[in-house]
């Protein structure tokens, strides 16, 4: 299954729900800290991931291997940890008079409806493997 592209994205864009999650639990455990700014990940694109393969060419057209992201520094070594980074939230509404910008309720927000598209991407992955079973196994099985 490793060298099906749609696993390959859904693998990456789980992967990179999982940093914003570590993200997003930063900016809520630091939430009193004095001068703290929010940061979040940039979005990644699933439509232009699963219309190209690694090699740039549209599915169909090559084979080729969608570059995965480190989902922690340890996991696949120092080189794939760079590749995705957190930054600091561009439009802060409110900041308190110690300089914190967290707002509690918008990370909150950002989280639930992150658990919600992790529980989509989990869904999928799980619906596409059993389809792969059935056509393995065949329909009368």
Partial sequence: MKDIALFQALHQKMGWQTQRQSVLAQNIANADTPGYVPRDMKPLDFKALLATTGSGL???????????????????????????????QKNVYEAAPSGNAVILEEQLIKANQLAADHRLMTNLYQKNVNLLRTAVRGSGQ
Avoid: D, E, M
């Fill in 58 to 88: 549209p599915l169909g057209q090559g084979i080729g291997h969608v570059t995965l992201k480190a989902t922690h520094p340890g996991h696949y070594g120092a080189a794939g940890a760079s590749a995705v980074k957190a930054k600091n």
